[in-house]
Every structure is written in C-alpha cells, then in structure tokens.
C-alpha cells in the first residue's frame, strides 16, 4: 500500500504541476494556477499521514516506510526548485515571456549552482532523517526499527557522495572553451614577437594589373 502511495504521489505531483501551469499561462488564470501548484505538498501530508497510521495499526516498519520518508525529503529538498525551473520554462513557451536563464558551465559560477543544487539534497537527508527518527520513537522498539535506520545511512550517504561531485567544481572549476581571436590578443599584449603569423594573402587582382 506505501509503494502504490508513493507512486500514486509521484503522478500526482507531475499532474497537478502541469494542470497548474497550464491554468497560469494557457488558459490566463494565475489565480488557480498558483492555487493548484499549492496543492503539491498536501501530496506529502497524505503520504505521511498514510505511513503512520500504517505503524500505528501495527505494520512492522520496513523498507517500505523508509522509502516513503526518503521520498518526502527529496520533494522537500529539490521539489520547489523542479517547480521554479518548469515554470520558468513554461513562462517563457506559454506565456511569451523572456527565455530563463540557464544554469552556468564554467569556473566558480558552476560550483556554486551546484552547491545550492546539494543543499537541496542536505535539506531532504535532514528531513527523511527527522521522519525516520519520529518513526522509530513512536515505534519504540529496537529491533524493529533496524531497516529504518538503515534508510538513515543511506540518505546521509547519498548526502555525502553528492557533496564530494559538488566540491570537485570548486577544486577544479571547469574552464570555459578557449577563443583563439581572444587568445592572439593576449599574447600579443605580453610579447608582440609570439603572436602566430597569419598567413598572407596574395595580390588582389585589380593590384595586379596597376
């Protein structure tokens, strides 16, 4: 029943997002289209809710309840900015705005988007890790609680691995692609003999015949 809830979330999510941004920009009605992409974390309420009457009614605490915190906190941690982003998109497609702007490739820049792209992940390990505890407290019994506590060192793991990508961008900064006409002139500003010789072109016709 928690997998068939999750899923039926994960639709969800996706329906009322489209149904949202087509009401705001298709069909010129703001109002209901804010008011239907508002709707998106009553899914998570539901699925929470869902997940402790399921312990409360007696159901060991499995991998499934565990998956269910997880996916809670990854929609808490990069769901709004997936909504940002589409509706950004959608603005500019639906509604004739401007293009969004798109995330940066090169140097510095780079390492901080994707730093603020794995705090979304620190967010969603540090809410999946609050759910998980709740569970196990209300649980109250230890030794059935083992496979939520290993859904803890997953998320932190996951936390973890993402970080260390994160942190490579700032370590190593990806360099933009290199423009040749830019790099003749900076050469030539340091020592005018180093710049490459460009090839010389012959005679014009009309010279030819003068």
């Known amino acids: 029943m928690i997998v068939t809830l999750i899923v039926i979330c994960e639709v969800g999510f996706w329906v009322l997002l489209a149904a949202g941004l087509a009401a705001r920009y298709l069909l010129r009605m703001p109002r209901t289209g804010l008011a239907l ?25 499995s991998w ?7 996916y809670i906190g990854y929609t808490v941690g990069h769901g709004h900015r997936t909504v940002k982003w589409l509706d950004g998109h959608a603005a500019h497609r ?18 901080r988007h994707e730093g603020a792209v794995w705090l979304g992940t620190l967010v969603g390990a540090v809410v999946a890790t609050a759910l998980l505890l709740i569970a196990t ?12 506590k290993g859904w803890i060192l997953a998320a932190w793991r996951a936390v973890g691995i ?18 040749p006409a830019r790099e003749r002139s900076a050469v030539a500003a340091r020592d005018p003999e180093d710049v490459p010789d460009r090839p010389v072109r012959g005679p014009r016709k009309d010279e030819e015949q003068v």
């Open 94 to 111: 639906l509604g004739g705005g401007p293009p969004p702007p798109k995330p940066p490739r090169h140097g510095m820049a780079r390492a």
């Open 162 to 179: 993402h970080g260390l990508i994160a942190l490579s961008y700032a370590i190593w900064p990806k360099k933009p692609p290199q423009d």
């Open 64 to 70: 499934k309840h565990g998956l269910a915190a997880v």
């Open 137 to 148: 407290w209300y649980v109250g019994d230890a030794g059935r609680t083992e496979s939520l």
């Open 37 to 61: 992409l508002l709707c998106e974390p009553l899914l998570e309420v539901v699925l929470l809710v869902v997940t402790a009457v399921d312990l409360r009614n007696g159901a060991d605490p």
